[in-house]
């Protein structure tokens, strides 16, 4: 079957830094995504991960583990600014137009 | 123009009423996706056109009817919805239809049926 896993809430201070991560079980794997939702509003995107190693663009870094169906996002100089729902999406190899969605995880950031 | 828009931001209707959803991208992407979103759930993917043809059905209801008229529009025409429609509605669009980069979203309807 198809599972990916986050943790649900996550609490951090500003100004310090927070890795959030993402665990998946896909029958294919062709890329994963990272997604900012802040409430009420539309996912935004955040980072794509196809090849083993870190993306770093700015304050977030994204790290990928094919081996071990693993990833994390990490947030730096957090700012209240960043909490939000963070969405890791794994593009399914068998269709590519398909995501297959985590839960998010709620991050707070206080001050 | 990186934006994808989407009309209308609210819509309430009862559960007799047609109405539509209209979504639109100015970025030359050839793929379009319709999702459904609850409270604190990831979206949930509906429909999918690559090239204005649907390419995707994730056994929707035919309550919901998408419709692509051209490459930088897509519709979601509803009728007869119930009140467990009632979802935050989002359209996408990517560059290319075999699954290419990020899908760009757009702000959403929040769709309230009474």
């Known amino acids: 079957g198809q599972n990916i896993d986050q943790p649900t809430e996550m609490t951090a201070t500003e100004g310090a830094i927070v890795q959030i991560n993402c665990t998946y079980q896909?029958?294919?794997?062709?890329?994963l995504f990272w997604y900012q939702q802040h409430a009420g509003e539309a996912p935004t995107f955040l980072s794509y991960n196809v090849l083993d190693g870190l993306e770093e663009k700015g304050r977030f870094s994204s790290f990928l583990s094919r081996s071990k169906g693993y990833s994390y996002l990490l947030l730096k100089e957090l700012q209240m600014k960043d909490s939000a729902s963070y969405l890791c999406a794994v593009r399914d190899a068998g269709n590519n137009r398909k995501l297959i969605w985590g839960l998010g995880t709620s991050l707070a950031v206080n001050p | 123009d990186t934006e994808v828009t989407q009309t209308p931001k609210h819509l309430v209707m009862g559960m007799t009423n047609k109405k539509s959803l209209k979504c639109e991208q100015h970025m030359g992407h050839r793929a379009m996706y319709w999702y459904k979103q609850k409270a604190k759930k990831p979206p949930e993917l509906m429909f999918v056109?690559?090239?204005?043809?649907?390419?995707i059905n994730e056994s929707v209801p035919s309550r919901f009817s998408p419709e692509c008229p051209n490459s930088s529009l897509l519709n979601l025409h509803l009728h007869a919805l119930q009140p467990e429609d009632s979802a935050l509605y989002l359209c996408a669009s990517s560059q290319d239809p075999s699954g290419g980069l990020e899908q760009y979203f757009g702000p959403g309807t929040r769709l309230t049926v009474t």
């Open positions: 056109y690559s090239y204005e043809k649907l390419s």
């Open positions: 896909t029958s294919g794997f062709n890329g």
